[in-house]
């Protein structure tokens, strides 16, 4: 049996998630600090890391660090906060726990690529709707491709990942209220947006990273983090 023939086509036909060679350039793409840390911070994280057990996995659900993840990002009361390794790690779990038989993925596009390929990888109807020409975001025709498809899960990157673009807020708010699902802002970018997190001033839930362990928090209702009142976060 060759690879060909065991391995899904949709997933053959797919490519890899390209990096491009960083070389010689001011690197600004993957949400790195670009400085190293100060030698006394290498001292004191070498030093409390000796006292940690690294044979043993990390507690299951740090209540410690997500309480002191929400006070420093003023998450809401009602709202939980689901940790994972990375926002890619956020986006697959949200894919997943959403991909029922014939459910939608939607996304204005071009965008972050990983949307997309979690479809592939989920068997989610993957729905990309064109941005303009100019890159802007054309609300009108994304709600209205929204209501004939009624997707399950909508991803909006905020800034938008590769273009930049900062979509207008009333257009955001717009396709949070139409929705027939749940609606992710990804605000892995946020430090370019030059406004407060979704979450402080608006209470709605994000996909954040932060570093330098790339981890990434996504705060969200209780609700949906925690079904049933099962304790749902991840680490």
């Excluded at 006292?51 to 209540?63: H, I, K, Q, V």
């Excluded at 990942?161 to 949070?176: F, H, K, M, Q, S």
Aim: net charge neutral; charged share 20%; glycine share 6%.
């Amino acid at each position: 049996m060759t690879p060909e023939k065991l391995l899904r086509p949709e997933v053959l036909a797919m490519s890899a998630y390209p990096v491009a060679d960083a070389a010689g350039m001011v690197k600004l793409d993957a949400m790195e600090n670009p400085y190293p840390l100060p030698e006394h911070l290498q001292r004191e994280l070498a030093e409390r890391l000796s006292r940690l057990a690294l044979n043993r996995y990390p507690e299951p659900n740090p209540r410690v660090l997500r309480e002191l993840i929400m006070r420093k990002m003023r998450v809401p009361a009602g709202m939980e906060l689901l940790l994972g390794n990375g926002s890619d790690d956020l986006i697959q779990i949200l894919t997943l726990a959403l991909a029922r038989p014939g459910a939608a993925l939607m996304y204005p596009s071009p965008t972050f690529v990983m949307y997309s390929m979690n479809a592939v990888f989920s068997r989610m109807r993957a729905v990309p709707v064109a941005l303009r020409e100019d890159f802007s975001f054309d609300a009108d025709a994304f709600i209205a491709r929204m209501r004939e498809e009624q997707p399950a899960l909508v991803f909006l990157a905020y800034p938008n990942n590769p273009t930049g673009v900062l979509y207008p807020e009333a257009d955001v708010l717009r396709v949070i209220e139409a929705a027939p699902g749940l609606v992710v802002l990804d605000e892995a970018y946020h430090v370019f947006a030059a406004r407060p997190s979704w979450t402080i001033c608006r209470g709605i839930a994000t996909c954040s990273c932060c570093g330098p362990c790339r981890s990434s928090g996504s705060p969200a209702s209780a609700s949906v983090i925690s079904p049933g009142g099962r304790n749902g976060s991840a680490s």
